[in-house]
């Protein structure tokens, strides 16, 4: 029970959190290291992609999203153009992987 009313307190103060969203006019720049990357998405990582981008993007909110998978579908290529857009709106970002990138 006691975890149930953490968990809920914590999500009820994450609804009343909010940030700067970050600039479209950097979105050209994250465009074109999208491009980059050799491989065609996939249907879903297209999607997450643009969950990923509303997030960040457009919404004032903290992102508080999981994309899993498994190996090699991408989940990777997510993170990077993730990574990507926060440094190139002058903030900080890391990677954690269990494996090699």
């Not at 004032?60 to 990777?76: A, E, H, I, S, Y």
Request: aromatic share 10%; glycine share 4%.
């Amino acid at each position: 029970l006691q975890l149930a009313q953490d968990v809920l307190a914590l999500y009820a103060t994450r609804e009343t959190l909010s940030r700067q969203p970050f600039d479209p006019i950097y979105e050209a720049k994250v465009k074109k290291f999208e491009q980059t990357f050799p491989f065609d998405p996939t249907p879903d990582q297209k999607t997450c992609f643009e969950h990923v981008e509303n997030d960040m993007v457009w919404r004032n909110r903290p992102m508080d999203r999981l994309c899993c998978g498994d190996v090699g579908f991408g989940k990777t290529e997510v993170a990077l153009r993730a990574l990507y857009r926060a440094v190139a709106n002058g903030k900080q970002a890391a990677l954690l992987a269990p494996t090699g990138v």
